[in-house]
């Protein structure tokens, strides 16, 4: 008998670990498609209605609770963000300082994001970066994507999402809404003397969103994220198309940072989406 067992409980050990990590998988394979499908109902409220106020646009989570389940959601207006294309080497400046690079370094790396999308000359030399910090080659093209900045030798180790959360290549404006702007962008500003011509103090109007939201199982550290760019499309029938992913931040970290805000699952969803959770997480 002492044989067999130990036979048979090293199998029945790994067999029990395999069926907990397999159960683990599907849960977060659940959580993502909820949270993806939840996701595109804020995308759709967004192009319905943005001003109706009951989301935050300057990406502060706000988080909602269905029986053991949390939804946080996370929404970013891109007026309040830095346009890689059109913003000025001292607004771009701004923004890397923002990320914790430091005065010096950030103006380095706004010279060499200007140089990086500079106007194409065919009959000239290319031109070389200006800095270490910059990239190996100028693209001398504008910018396609936030991305391009982990090009630069400075930005290689920098988080994608980060870097989405300072700038954007959708907003096509030379100015940051500062009542859009995410809390770290907000504070550096407060401190900095920006020309007004660069900062607009009102709402301004913009049909790109970046769309976050994260779905998790009280107490079990399971959790499903969605996240992607969206603009305002009337032609489709949601009223909205998907520009590109947006790796999602974990909200949760985020929330430590800036404290989430509570509502109901309805206010967030509207009342038919919020049934249907309730009734998922039952």
Partial sequence: MLIVSAIVVPFAVTAKTRLMIANNGVEQERLSLLAEG??????????????????????????????????????QHHGGLIDLNAADDRLLSLGFVSLGFDQRTSEELAKAAIEFRGSTNAFGERAEPATSVGPARNKE??????????????????????????????????????????????????????????????ATEASTYSVQVTARRDGSGITGQAGFIVEKF??????FRRLSGNPAADISDLAAMTPSRSANCEALFGAEVAQMVREWAS
């Fill in 234 to 239: 009337p032609a489709s029938a949601a009223g």
């Fill in 141 to 202: 093209a504008p910018f396609e994507s936030v991305s391009e900045l982990q090009e630069f030798s400075a930005l290689a180790s920098t988080p994608l999402h980060d870097l989405r959360d300072v700038f954007t290549v959708f907003s096509k404006r030379g100015t940051l809404g500062l009542d859009h702007a995410p809390s770290p962008l907000r504070t550096v500003l407060a401190g900095a003397s920006v020309s007004s011509a660069s900062i607009t103090q009102g």
């Fill in 38 to 75: 939840l996701a595109n109902v804020v995308s759709s409220e967004l192009a319905d209605d943005p001003g109706a106020g009951k989301l935050k646009l300057d990406a502060t989570p706000t988080a909602c609770q269905s029986g053991e389940f949390t939804f946080d959601v996370r929404i």
